[in-house]
T-cell receptor, first 113, second 112 residues
Framework: GENVEQHPSTLSVQEGDSAVIKCTYS??????FPWYKQELGKRPQLIID?????GEKKDQRIAVTLNKTAKHFSLHITETQPEDSAVYFC????????????FGKGTTLSVSS | NAGVTQTPKFQVLKTGQSMTLQCAQD?????MYWYRQDPGMGLRLIYY???????DKGEVPNGYNVSRLNKREFSLRLESAAPSQTSVYFC???????????FGEGSWLTVV
C-alpha cells in the first residue's frame, strides 16, 4: 500500500526565517496531498492541499509544491512566526485504502523569537 | 457547528477490559475513519468506512473492531485492551469525491 516518508522529524528556525518540510510517497496513483497542522493537545487541521494536476499552490505565507515524476511534495513556510510552532503532517490519498489518507510521521517545527 | 464528535475524551482501562469509542459527524459525509496517534509514529489508519454498511482494514487493524451504525456514526471497539493500545484515537470524516478529511477532537486512552 501507500507509504509516506516525511523529513525532517524536527526543525528549529528563527522568527522570520523560512521553513521547508519534504515528503515522498510510493503509490504513483495517489492524486491528493494535504498538509495538516497540529498544535499541542489539539486535533490536526488542514492548512493547504494540492492535487496531482497542479505543480504549486500558495496561500499567503505557506506554499506547497508537487513533483509527480519524483513522487515528492514539499511545504514551504515563509516569514515564520512563533505561532507557526506545531507538528506538521503531510499525507497522500491511496486508492488502495479507498478514500483514506496515509500520513507521514510528522515534523515538529519550533520557531524562536 | 459540531463537525466530528468523539466520546469519551479520556479513558483509563485495565488490561483485558473492553470498551467502545463513539464517533458521530453531522456533515453528511459518506466516509469515516479511525486513526491512532503515537509519539514519533504519526497518524496511522486503523479502519475506515467508505459508506454506510461497509468497513475496511487500514494499516493497523489488529485488536480492533468497528461498526458503521448509520451514515452519521462509526464506532471503534477494543475487545480485550492491551497496554500497546495506549494512544490518542482520532475519528475523521470526509466526502468520497477526493476532498480532505476532518478530525474529531481525539480520545486519550490509557491501558494499564
Amino acid at each position: 500500500g501507500e507509504n509516506v516518508e516525511q523529513h525532517p522529524s524536527t526543525l528549529s528556525v528563527q522568527e522570520g526565517d523560512s521553513a521547508v518540510i519534504k515528503c515522498t510517497y510510493s503509490d504513483s496513483a495517489s492524486n491528493y496531498f494535504p498538509w495538516y497542522k497540529q498544535e499541542l493537545g489539539k486535533r490536526p487541521q488542514l492548512i493547504i492541499d494540492i492535487r496531482s494536476n497542479v505543480g504549486e499552490k500558495k496561500d499567503q505565507r505557506i506554499a506547497v509544491t508537487l513533483n509527480k515524476t519524483a513522487k515528492h511534495f514539499s511545504l514551504h513556510i515563509t516569514e515564520t512566526q512563533p505561532e507557526d510552532s506545531a507538528v506538521y503532517f503531510c499525507a497522500a490519498r491511496s486508492y488502495q485504502a479507498g478514500t483514506a489518507l496515509i500520513f507521514g510521521k510528522g515534523t515538529t517545527l519550533s520557531v524562536s523569537s | 457547528n459540531a463537525g466530528v464528535t468523539q466520546t469519551p475524551k479520556f479513558q483509563v482501562l485495565k488490561t483485558g477490559q473492553s470498551m467502545t469509542l463513539q464517533c458521530a459527524q453531522d456533515m453528511n459525509h459518506n466516509s469515516m475513519y479511525w486513526y491512532r496517534q503515537d509519539p514519533g509514529m504519526g497518524l496511522r489508519l486503523i479502519y475506515y468506512s467508505a459508506s454506510e454498511g461497509t468497513t475496511d482494514k487500514g494499516e493497523v487493524p489488529n485488536g480492533y473492531n468497528v461498526s458503521r451504525l448509520n451514515k452519521r456514526e462509526f464506532s471503534l471497539r477494543l475487545e480485550s485492551a492491551a497496554p500497546s493500545q495506549t494512544s490518542v484515537y482520532f475519528c475523521a470524516s470526509g466526502t468520497n469525491s477526493g476532498n480532505t478529511i476532518y478530525f474529531g477532537e481525539g480520545s486519550w486512552l490509557t491501558v494499564v
